[in-house]
């Protein structure tokens, strides 16, 4: 089974732009989580989505969103990208047989300057 | 409210000494508990976890942890570690709510293994 995929990989971006960020998930993981690891704050909760919809969210400011496909896919956004919003992009699913065990991808490693 | 706390954010130990990493939790309902691990520029992986049954868990790599409800600890352990393990660690607990599964981990430990 192929494992989570996350792209890009690495991005650079200026204060003001956007960015989009993908994930797919193991197949048959209808469950994608996003956090946010800064080397301050560890790893922070983003948002939840299950079946297309968000069924959890943490404590970001409304810049922060995310979405779902049919096909479990994934997507976040972050818009007018500030100098903290510099940090590792970490997207897990969910679904296996161990309630609550994420497998995560490598991350999107992204830098605003 | 849950909360996940890992004593240590830094454990340098020489290569082959035992190793120990701390985790205590609190929550005021069932949690399964889970260690994973985090390699520089990788994502995390699952280390071991707690799900039920014995207290006492292995996982990959050599790694154990023993589950321990009245301390509501779950610490980490290895008998004897190498350079590879140099990585940072995290504890995580998840439990159901109306919204299926939260994961909450704490900060880390980083482990440093020295020659």
């Known amino acids: 089974k192929a494992g989570v995929t996350q792209t890009p990989r690495y991005l650079i971006k200026t204060r003001g732009q956007q960015v989009t960020l993908s994930c797919s998930p193991i197949?048959?993981?209808?469950?994608v989580s996003w956090y946010q690891q800064t080397p301050g704050q560890g790893l922070q909760f983003l948002f939840e989505?299950?079946?297309?919809?968000?069924?959890n969210k943490g404590n970001f400011p409304g810049r922060f969103s995310g979405r779902q496909f049919s096909n479990s896919r994934s997507e976040m956004n972050v818009s007018t990208l500030e100098l903290g919003d510099s940090a590792l992009y970490l997207c897990?699913?969910?679904?296996?047989?161990?309630?609550?065990?994420?497998?995560f991808g490598e991350g999107s490693r992204l830098t605003v300057l | 409210a849950q909360s996940v706390t890992q004593l240590d954010s830094q454990v340098p130990v020489f290569e082959e000494a035992p190793v120990e990493l701390r985790c205590n939790y609190s929550?005021?309902?069932?949690?399964?508990l889970f260690w994973y691990v985090q390699y520089p520029n990788q994502g995390l992986q699952l280390l071991l976890k707690?799900?039920?049954?014995?207290?006492l868990v292995k996982g990959i790599n050599g790694f154990e942890a023993e589950f321990n409800k009245s301390q509501t600890s779950f610490h980490l352990r290895k008998p004897s570690v190498h350079i590879s393990d140099t990585a940072e660690y995290f504890c995580?607990?998840?439990?159901?709510?109306?919204?299926?599964?939260?994961?909450?981990f704490g900060a880390g430990t980083r482990l440093f293994v020295k020659a």
């Open positions: 897990a699913s969910s679904g296996g047989l161990a309630p609550g065990e994420l497998f």
């Open positions: 197949s048959g993981h209808r469950s």
């Open positions: 989505y299950f079946s297309e919809t968000q069924r």
């Open positions: 929550s005021s309902v069932s949690v399964y």
């Open positions: 707690y799900l039920s049954g014995s207290t």
């Open positions: 995580a607990v998840s439990l159901i709510g109306t919204g299926g599964f939260k994961t909450i």
